[in-house]
């Protein structure tokens, strides 16, 4: 079944370390998106890829990096510059780029600084 | 600027019983409009959609119907149940690169 995976699900971040979110998809989908979640409130934008080699800053870009050398890979690096990382964080991808016909996601990773 | 908002959870009811949760919007142009459900320690999951004025999106029982004279989109379910249970986001699509996503109301179903 074709879909998107995301791993570690969970993922523990020691002070000033730098750690890679995997995801990828068998969904051929162009456009591939990172979302950030915290309790209480809807998902934010971190960054998003229309297709390879080709990526751009959502809206909370700062502490974060991504890269796009395959178009099934879409990780994303959380930063030693992001100071408040601990949250759920989501990948997505669309058949066309904004996804006017819906997002599919992953099942997430909860990152936690320790 | 464009925005979703949505009415604030947690909202509790019984097995059966009926399910409203409002979502109202502001946007220029003419939006597409989606709701998502994201059950526990899980990622987000289309429930439905409509993309003009007067659809009526529906799965699983649920239904939400596009009314641009009220700006709104909410969610219905005739008679809910336990499995129901999760956090539900109302979504707007403008164009571009940005779906915007409401705070997400939590509905608990007791049985």
């Known amino acids: 079944d074709g879909g998107i995976t995301q791993s570690p699900k969970y993922l523990f971040r020691k002070e000033g370390q730098n750690v890679t979110l995997s995801c990828e998809q068998n969904?051929?989908?162009?456009?591939m998106y990172w979302y950030r979640q915290d309790p209480g409130q809807g998902l934010r934008l971190i960054y998003y890829?229309?297709?390879?080699?080709?990526?751009q800053k959502g809206d909370i870009a700062e502490g974060y990096s991504v890269s796009r050398e395959k178009k099934e890979s879409f990780p994303l690096t959380v930063t030693s510059a992001q100071k408040n990382p601990t949250a759920f964080y989501l990948c997505?991808?669309?058949?066309?780029?904004?996804?006017?016909?819906?997002?599919?996601f992953g099942s997430g990773t909860r990152l936690t600084v320790v | 600027g464009n925005s979703v908002t949505q009415m604030e959870g947690p909202v509790t009811l019984s097995e059966e019983a009926f399910l409203t949760i409002n979502c109202t919007y502001t946007a220029t142009g003419y939006p597409s409009l989606f709701w998502y459900v994201q059950y526990p320690g899980e990622g987000l999951q289309l429930l439905l959609k409509?993309?003009?004025?007067?659809d009526k999106g529906s799965n699983k029982g649920f239904e939400a119907t596009y009314r641009k004279e009220t700006t709104s989109f909410h969610l219905e379910k005739g008679s809910v149940q336990v499995s129901d249970s999760a956090v539900y986001f109302c979504a707007l699509y403008t164009g571009g690169f940005k779906t915007i996503f409401g705070a997400g109301t939590r509905l608990f179903v007791k049985a």
């Open positions: 890829s229309q297709i390879v080699n080709d990526f």
């Open positions: 997505a991808s669309s058949i066309d780029g904004g996804a006017p016909r819906g997002y599919t």
């Open positions: 409509a993309t003009k004025a007067d």
């Open positions: 969904l051929n989908h162009d456009a």
